[in-house]
């Protein structure tokens, strides 16, 4: 039987918290920054705890974390992940139907140019308020490229350029005054460029397999993927009990 403790980690707090919100007041709230932590972005997070509690929200990126917040913490959120089985595609009609402005950066050039491409053939009145890739040569170049998002302001920012780095660009522009709603998105621009609008096959959507299907197609992926498998679960619970 579970004995409730009190909740000392204060990211699965957050996520907990985030879970209780609708999408539509996620997206129609402005001034407001989200991220996304899986068993591997966890391990990170925890090593970074004063960054990602900067952020106004927290979802649980895959079904390993939302067992795992049950089974330890008695709690019961939904998987919530940047990608077509989950949050993209309601951001994405969102942003149609409401005749929103979207401005991404992530991925390589080429890859988002696609990516965009992509989603105008399947969302033809998507509004691209601007894109670019997400390297940058410098701090400054980073800084600048900051500053025109903030100027031009669009309603939507979504930052694909790998844990920690995207969620330090991200909180960059909310804190230089950016208005609008911002989301850290992943692999997911560079997902849909390699397999158009569905990554993943449905009957691996449907077995929870996502992380092994990513595994199997993304090489670079299986190191960190292995290094969760055997670290995650004693820093897991290890914050349960000590915070």
């Not at 985030?18 to 539509?24: F, G, K, M, S």
């Not at 490229?145 to 991200?170: R, Y």
């Amino acid at each position: 039987m579970f004995i409730e403790l009190p909740m000392k980690s204060l990211l699965i707090s957050k996520i907990v918290r985030t879970n209780r919100e609708e999408l539509y007041d996620v997206f129609s709230k402005k001034n407001r920054i989200y991220t996304f932590l899986n068993p591997v972005s966890y391990l990170i997070a925890l090593e970074n705890k004063s960054l990602f509690e900067q952020f106004d929200g927290i979802f649980a990126d895959g079904s390993l974390l939302v067992s795992a917040i049950r089974l330890v913490y008695g709690k019961r959120v939904t998987r919530r992940s940047f990608d077509m089985t989950s949050l993209a595609p309601e951001l994405l009609n969102y942003l149609m139907e409401n005749r929103k402005t979207l401005y991404i950066v992530a991925s390589g050039q080429e890859q988002v140019e696609c990516a965009v491409r992509i989603f105008q053939e399947q969302y033809p009145k998507l509004r691209i308020a601007g894109l670019r890739n997400g390297y940058f040569s410098s701090d400054a170049e980073m800084d600048m490229e900051a500053s025109h998002i903030v100027e031009l302001n669009p309603d939507f920012l979504i930052v694909g350029m790998g844990a920690l780095m995207q969620e330090k660009f991200l909180l960059k522009v909310k804190k230089m005054g950016y208005q609008g709603v911002g989301f850290t998105c992943g692999g997911f621009i560079h997902q849909t460029a390699m397999n158009r609008m569905r990554y993943y096959p449905d009957w691996v959507d449907k077995m929870n397999l996502r992380f092994v299907y990513r595994m199997y197609k993304e090489k670079h992926t299986r190191t960190r993927y292995l290094q969760a498998a055997f670290l995650f679960p004693t820093r897991f619970i290890g914050e349960r009990i000590f915070g």
